[in-house]
Nanobody, 123 residues
Framework: QVQLVESGGGLVQAGGSLRLSCAASGRAFSTYAMGWFRQAPGKDREFVAVTSWGGGATYYSDSVKGRFTISRGTDKNTVYLQMNSLKPEDTAVYYC????????????????WGQGTQVTVSS
């Protein structure tokens, strides 16, 4: 039983910023990696970013590298995605994901998923 609850989505102007949060509850693993995916209308879900349990390893898709930052809270059950310099092409439903390690999250191997939160960037 793992539940992921996301918050922070909304409408923002191009060039603006948003911070997404995801809180995990329930018990699946003693430690775990968490990350973010997104799905735009008419497109497949794509990887955005992932971080390890300790936050020491992070990976980003090329499309968001340098603009987005993923981090773990001191409460490691929470992961954040700071999104800066947002572009209209960032518009999508953003999903939180959880698995045992960063590789499994990135490859979507048995990921637990949040419900998704809408991010809309206007031009």
């Amino acid at each position: 039983q793992v539940q992921l609850v996301e918050s922070g989505g909304g409408l923002v102007q191009a060039g603006g910023s948003l911070r997404l949060s995801c809180a995990a509850s329930g018990r699946a693993f003693s430690t775990y990696a968490m990350g973010w995916f997104r799905q735009a209308p008419g497109k497949d879900r794509e990887f955005v970013a992932v971080t390890s349990w300790g936050g020491g390893a992070t990976y980003y898709s090329d499309s968001v590298k340098g603009r987005f930052t993923i981090s773990r809270g001191t409460d490691k059950n929470t992961v954040y995605l700071q999104m800066n310099s947002l572009k209209p092409e960032d518009t999508a439903v953003y999903y939180c994901a959880l698995q045992q390690n960063t590789d499994l999250v990135r490859r979507s191997v048995g990921n637990y998923w949040g419900q998704g939160t809408q991010v809309t960037v206007s031009s």
